[in-house]
Every structure is written in structure tokens, then in C-alpha cells.
T-cell receptor, first 116, second 115 residues
Framework: AQKVTQAQTEISVVEKEDVTLDCVYE???????LFWYKQPPSGELVFLIR??????QNEISGRYSWNFQKSTSSFNFTITASQVVDSAVYFC?????????????FGSGTRLQVQP | EAGVAQSPRYKIIEKRQSVAFWCNPI?????LYWYQQILGQGPKLLIQ????????DSQLPKDRFSAERLKGVDSTLKIQPAKLEDSAVYLC?????????????FGPGTRLLVL
């Protein structure tokens, strides 16, 4: 069975600090996909990134970067120079390939508070 | 491009009453999902549709929950009768179909409070 663990329940930083959100996953499949979503106070889940299991290249998008390491089953998310607008709950999620089932298995989320 | 639409946004009912939620996916998305998100937890899948067929409903409490997607577009999720533990946000998501996992786009959710 697949599982996603986000050990950090809540993180508080001061604006302009860098922050890394950890995500560790478990799966028996060799083909799988990893996602990060942001859930601001309004409640809507906003898609941030998708990676497949064959692509271990790190990715940078503006102040956001992602580090995917299959050897440690981790897919960590770093926000550089955090801003108050980054305050939200962030979810890491996993989807396996088999049999048309594409449901996401989510972690429990990390609440990020960025103080001005 | 319009996103996933859901209604109502909020609903308060008493236990043992029934309630229905509606979802309209992004145009062209054949796959539709309903998730339940209890406060402080990540969303959990209730049911996945491919067009108007059910792909996965293994985690749907079928004694009280039902869902349909009759014409392969809009979907309705119903709870009858509701229990206190059904208080949650019900999220609808949609994606393209085909090989490989596709990105799921979520609607704003329906917040249900059962008293």
C-alpha cells in the first residue's frame, strides 16, 4: 500500500527566511507520480508541481524548488525568501500507475506560517 | 479557462438528514474524483469516475454515500442519512484521462457541518 508522510505538522518562520517542507513516501510500484499542492485559508487545493518516478532532476520555479531523491524516497519542497502570502497548508501526494486508478494519496499536510 | 465548480459552498444539516453536493469538472476532463477532507487531515478518495463509469469506489461508505455521473460530465454526491462524523470538506477534482497519472485540479469544496 502507498503512504505519504509529512512529519512536520507546523512550521513558523519570519519573512525572507528559507524553509524546507519534508515529504517521504512509500510505494511498491516502479512507476509513480509525486505532487505538491498548496491549500490557502480559502480552502481550495492549488497544484504546484508533478514529477514522475523516472525524472529525478530537481526543479526550480521562481522562489520554489523541489528535491526528488529516489534513494531516500523523499520529495522535499523549499521556499526561498518566504513571504506572508506563502502561509498555507502544503500537501505532498503520491499516485501510482496501475489499472486506471489514479487517486492521490495525500500526506497529512504541513501548516506554514510566515510572520511579517 | 473555467475551473472545477462546486455547490453549495457551505451546508449545515442535522444528523440523519440527507444532503447532496454538485460538481462540474473542467471542460474536456473525463476523469472526476470526490475526496473527503476531515479537519487537520489530507483529502481521502471517496470515488473516481472515468466518463460515467466508476473506476474506484472502494473507500465509499456505500450504506450512506452514493454518487453518480450520468452523462459523463456533472456529478452529484449524496449522503443519506448523515452522521456527525461526516462533517468535513468535500472536494471534487478532475483530470484528463489516458496513460500515466494526470494532474488533478480541485474545486473550492463544500464545507459540511452535521449537528
Amino acid at each position: 500500500a502507498q503512504k505519504v508522510t509529512q512529519a512536520q505538522t507546523e512550521i513558523s518562520v519570519v519573512e525572507k527566511e528559507d524553509v524546507t517542507l519534508d515529504c517521504v513516501y512509500e510505494t511498491r510500484d516502479t512507476t509513480y507520480y509525486l505532487f505538491w499542492y498548496k491549500q490557502p485559508p480559502s480552502g481550495e487545493l492549488v497544484f504546484l508541481i508533478r514529477r514522475n518516478s523516472f525524472d529525478e532532476q530537481n526543479e526550480i520555479s521562481g522562489r520554489y524548488s523541489w528535491n526528488f531523491q529516489k534513494s531516500t524516497s523523499s520529495f522535499n519542497f523549499t521556499i526561498t525568501a518566504s513571504q506572508v502570502v506563502d502561509s498555507a497548508v502544503y500537501f505532498c501526494a503520491l499516485s501510482e500507475e496501475g489499472e486506471g486508478r489514479r487517486a492521490l494519496t495525500f500526506g497529512s499536510g504541513t501548516r506554514l506560517q510566515v510572520q511579517p | 479557462e473555467a475551473g472545477v465548480a462546486q455547490s453549495p459552498r457551505y451546508k449545515i444539516i442535522e444528523k440523519r438528514q440527507s444532503v447532496a453536493f454538485w460538481c462540474n469538472p473542467i471542460s474536456g476532463h473525463a476523469t472526476l474524483y470526490w475526496y473527503q477532507q476531515i479537519l487537520g487531515q489530507g483529502p481521502k478518495l471517496l470515488i473516481q469516475f472515468q466518463n460515467n463509469g466508476v473506476v474506484d469506489d472502494s473507500q465509499l461508505p456505500k450504506d450512506r454515500f452514493s454518487a453518480e455521473r450520468l452523462k459523463g460530465v456533472d456529478s452529484t454526491l449524496k449522503i443519506q442519512p448523515a452522521k456527525l462524523e461526516d462533517s468535513a470538506v468535500y472536494l471534487c477534482a478532475s483530470s484528463f484521462s489516458g496513460q500515466g497519472a494526470k494532474t488533478q485540479y480541485f474545486g473550492p469544496g463544500t464545507r459540511l457541518l452535521v449537528l
